[in-house]
């Protein structure tokens, strides 16, 4: 009786302290974002960095802008820290200061980052220009808790918003220590009564307990990493030779079903949907991805204009026949290459096959502007010259705009098409826009 009496006010007495404790961290830690956000907010001016939106351009201003923002996520903890301007289809990046910013992983300025419609309440604050709640939320990125502040701009109006980001997985690490220390100073007041006892029921349950408990929910929290193969999972080590020591060792087969299957599945995603030599989109993913953006236009209204681009490499097949398959296929990675430097993360970009290219750029802003990406794909590829030759690599591109030019893949494949004919009978090595 005496040891359950210990045991019941030891229960107490954590579960108390750590819900104190745990509502504490959360509080302060929302705290300490929505600070950081405000002091953003304070400094960026929404009439200054919305230009960069509208025009796509950076300038020294800019990079000090981003510099000074990633110092501050570093002094301050954050995950991500980022600026972003809200639309019906999502928010547009402004600057994105992130961790790994200085990798692939930096959304360039212009990228969209479409609505979850799992948070309709955030979309509706977001939209409103108001302030916005903390939000927990599990995406591709990881566990979050997100709080925004917005940007005002002369007229009053929120351009822009601050989101600051920190990662969950942090906040429960410091949940766990404290955990921890609480267990260990509250089992120290009744160690003289339970010490036996505890130590058999340590020894033979509660540690290979904990064990499981942390492996799985390790497992299950960070997920599968590809890069070493392991996992909490197959790295613990139960050995008590009952029915927790099976247990563990079913775990580690279910796990290892499980990433067999993980990998299967993006083995089999990735070659269906991208093509081998370029790693671009194939042309049915490319045909799936542009019909689901225009009819959800269509669905939400949106006449913001899009340019649909069919690209060809000219004379390819020259360059095979005089340097090489291999030289051909050097060529085709490098142009696609080139394609994603020249177009935005958002831009959808495909290999149709052979020497043929085609990119569908979303909310172009005007014709000049399709212009200017077209221009900017062919100087990209004028600095690649194939393997023991001496002439850069050309192309000749076709434009057309919806919707001007058409809302559906059919009518805006149709069309660029014909310019992109029309390209070549004029010479080649040149864009030509569609004029029906």
Known sequence: MIILMALLLSAVAIITGYAIYNQDLERQTIKLGQGMARSVANILRGDKIS????TLSKDAVYEGTLNMLKTLREDNGLKYLYVETPTEEGMY??????EGTDDEEAYELGYLDPW????????????????????????????LLSVYEPIKGSDGKTKAYVGADFGMEEIIKQRAAYLLRLVIVTLLTTAVLTASFLYVIRKTVVLPISILTKAAGEFFVSGYDSQTETSSISSMTVDT?????????????????????IKSLNLITAKAETDALTNLWNRDTFRNRVELHLRDKVSTGDEQMDAFLMIDID?????????????????????????????????????QGGDEFVAFCKSIGDAHTAESKARQIREEWLRIIPN????????????????????????????SDKALYRAKEDGRDRFVLFEG
């Open 51 to 54: 230009v960069y939106l509208e």
């Open 93 to 98: 990046f402004i600057f994105d200061a992130s």
């Open 116 to 143: 979850d419609e799992n948070y309709p309440e955030f979309k509706r604050q977001i939209l409103n220009g108001g302030p916005v709640d903390p939000i927990v939320s599990n995406t591709w990125h990881g566990w």
């Open 241 to 261: 030779r009952d029915e927790l020591h099976l247990l563990s060792e079913a775990m580690k087969s279910m796990e290892r079903n499980i990433n067999e299957h």
């Open 315 to 351: 004379y390819f097949k020259s360059v095979n026949d005089t340097y090489g398959h291999t030289a051909g296929d050097e060529v085709l990675a490098a142009c696609a290459a080139a394609l994603r430097r020249a177009l935005r993360g958002s831009d959808i970009v495909a290999r």
């Open 388 to 415: 023991g030759g001496d002439k850069p690599v050309t192309g000749s591109i076709g434009i057309a705009l919806s919707p001007r030019d058409g809302v559906t893949f059919d009518e805006l494949y149709a069309k």
